[in-house]
């Protein structure tokens, strides 16, 4: 068996998993690389909780010389066989995990306008990997992937064909996310997986997406990860006018894009913070009028998709917001109940992975996009 490292790299922090490989990878080691810049830290986690250690300044290639440090005396002499990364944006052509040769790298560097926020940080990270493992093979894990396949009226965008053609299409992302919580559906509630669920990953980013038969027909987010749901600090939907508006009083395509992606949001709506945890603690207006908007656009879009699907037979809550926020989900399936939603209060406020007492079953299932890509580099060195 072999050595495998996952890497899923954000533009001020890089996840990270070592595996050993093998049908299903045997996880030795989880851990994150956090506050890239100045201040950079390290953070692993165990069974016996986390432990954090400083490491000070630190780009996205010494942060990957900082994971190499932590993980080598576990690796005993042995070389790492394969390094999976976290791309977000796959565009038209990737549609499975895939190496990342040259050719694919100057591919996937082309669509860094379609995902300003993430897609320059994934690319770095694989630039360090191969500086620090030249031997390994690295393969992408496409955040797109999952949604590749969709009903036309799903993807398209009604303006002039050309467009589409050229690729200016809805994507969808967080889709290693919805990888994992389908195949958890398989192992744990295999009377669900062939059913409609609509998984809803709420987190700093955060999507819902329509899932029948195990495969994705809908999402929330489209052609880059601005729309939809309201995020940490995106904007989630806007009508294109605003930034006609926007433009026409002088502000500029840099602005509006920073605007959009770093000042929005909860943190644009409260001014207070991204952070759910913090708004939920607050007693400030705003951070209640930010938490209103959230919950409704969440509740709105399940209505959506569960139109997409003709009808609903569970509802899974993940991610960070979607993993701990009881009262998050609480109130999303309160005044739900024409769509069988209701949650059992004491197993929402306990954590339990099944919070529901109505007819359609309402889950909590953590989500591992490390082992999605684990899976994929084990398969890639087979």
């Not at 591919?107 to 940080?121: G, T």
């Not at 894009?257 to 207070?272: A, N, P, R």
């Not at 969440?298 to 003709?310: D, F, K, N, T």
């Amino acid at each position: 068996m072999s050595d495998i490292l996952t890497l899923n790299a954000g533009s001020s922090s890089i996840k990270f998993g070592l595996y050993r490989s093998g049908e299903e990878p045997q996880l030795r080691q989880l851990g994150q690389i956090e506050n890239i810049g100045p201040l950079a830290r390290m953070v692993l986690r165990g069974e016996d909780g986390k432990t954090t250690t400083e490491i000070g300044p630190a780009d996205h290639g010494r942060a990957v010389r900082a994971i190499l440090d932590v993980v080598a005396p576990m690796l005993e002499g042995r070389a790492v066989a394969g390094v999976g990364h976290r791309i977000v944006h796959g565009g038209k052509t990737f549609g499975a995990p895939t190496e990342l040769t040259p050719q694919v790298m100057d591919q996937l560097d082309a669509l860094v306008p379609l995902a300003p926020l993430h897609q320059p940080h994934n690319l770095a990270a694989v630039r360090a990997a191969q500086d620090a493992f030249p031997q390994a093979v690295q393969i992408g894990c496409f955040d797109t992937a999952f949604h590749k396949g969709h009903p036309f009226v799903n993807d398209a965008f009604a303006l002039p064909r050309r467009f589409y053609d050229e690729g200016v299409r809805r994507y969808g992302f967080h889709g290693l996310s919805y990888d994992y919580i389908s195949g958890r559906l398989v192992t744990d509630h295999p009377d669900l997986a062939n059913g409609r669920v609509v998984i809803a990953h709420l987190g700093n980013g955060a999507s819902m997406c329509a899932v029948k038969g195990g495969r994705s027909i809908g999402s929330t987010m489209g052609f880059s990860a601005l729309d939809g749901l309201p995020m940490g600090t995106r904007c989630g939907q806007l009508d294109p006018g605003v930034m006609l508006y926007l433009l026409d009083q002088g502000y500029s395509p840099v602005q509006l894009g920073d605007m959009l992606y770093k000042e929005s949001g909860l943190k644009g709506l409260s001014g207070i913070s991204h952070d759910m945890r913090t708004l939920l603690a607050s007693d400030a207006p705003e951070a209640a009028q930010a938490i209103d908007y959230y919950v409704f656009r969440i509740r709105r879009e399940l209505g959506a998709m569960a139109a997409v699907l003709g009808g609903l037979d569970a509802l899974v809550f993940t991610g960070g917001i979607g993993e701990n926020a009881a009262p998050i989900r609480a109130r999303v399936a309160d005044e739900l109940g024409f769509l069988g939603l209701q949650i059992d209060s004491a197993a929402n406020s306990a954590g339990d992975r099944v919070i529901s007492s109505g007819r359609t079953p309402v889950l909590v299932i953590p989500t591992d996009e490390e082992r999605v890509i684990a899976r994929a580099v084990s398969a890639a060195l087979r």
